[in-house]
């Protein structure tokens, strides 16, 4: 594969066989520390619940989340969401395991996610907050053409963390 070549990921449904490679995956202080609800240490029974819980939820029927798999070579590496679905709106969070970093994967998964969401969910906004610094993310969000648009403070724990906003508007 040359360098400029993307390796090739499907965007799919959750699967109850995905709890392993997200486990793998997710024990990672780096995602940990570039994300807002995913903890640290991360095991195997974080998975199945996470996955319990997306698969209750489904995805035939107005929820107030929609989780996705980026997947390669079969294996779950990373996760693509719509959360607070509310009134054509939500909020677009996302992980990627770090071997898969700096790839374009992200950026190629959020421009068809992008476009999903709005042909698809009939969302007309979407928002994502990301940490200041997360300079890597907020780079992926001017590539797939996210505007920014602010500043806010999230809560992680008990602690107060500065992030920039960032929306795509349908028009």
């Known amino acids: 594969m040359n360098k400029n070549e993307l390796i090739e990921f499907t965007i799919r449904k959750v699967r109850t066989e995905d709890a392993e ?30 996955i319990k819980e997306t698969l209750e939820m489904g995805y035939d029927k107005p929820v107030p989340y929609l989780n996705f798999i980026i997947e390669i070579h079969g294996e779950a590496v990373g996760v693509i969401s719509l959360e607070q679905i509310a009134e054509k709106e939500a909020e677009l969070g996302y992980w990627l395991a770090e071997k898969y ?17 709005f042909d698809k969910v009939g969302l007309k906004k979407i928002t994502v907050p990301i940490f200041t610094s997360n300079v890597a993310s907020q780079k992926v969000m001017e ?29």
């Open 101 to 117: 970093w700096n790839q374009g994967i992200m950026t190629e998964a959020i421009k068809h996610f992008t476009k999903y969401a």
């Open 21 to 50: 490679s997200l486990a793998k995956y997710l024990n990672n202080k780096k995602i940990y520390e570039h994300t807002l609800i995913v903890h640290f240490p991360y095991n195997l029974q974080n998975a199945k619940d996470w």
């Open 143 to 171: 590539k797939c053409g996210y505007k920014k648009v602010g500043k806010k403070e999230l809560s992680k724990k008990d602690e107060k963390i500065p992030a920039l906003v960032f929306v795509f508007e349908k028009n």
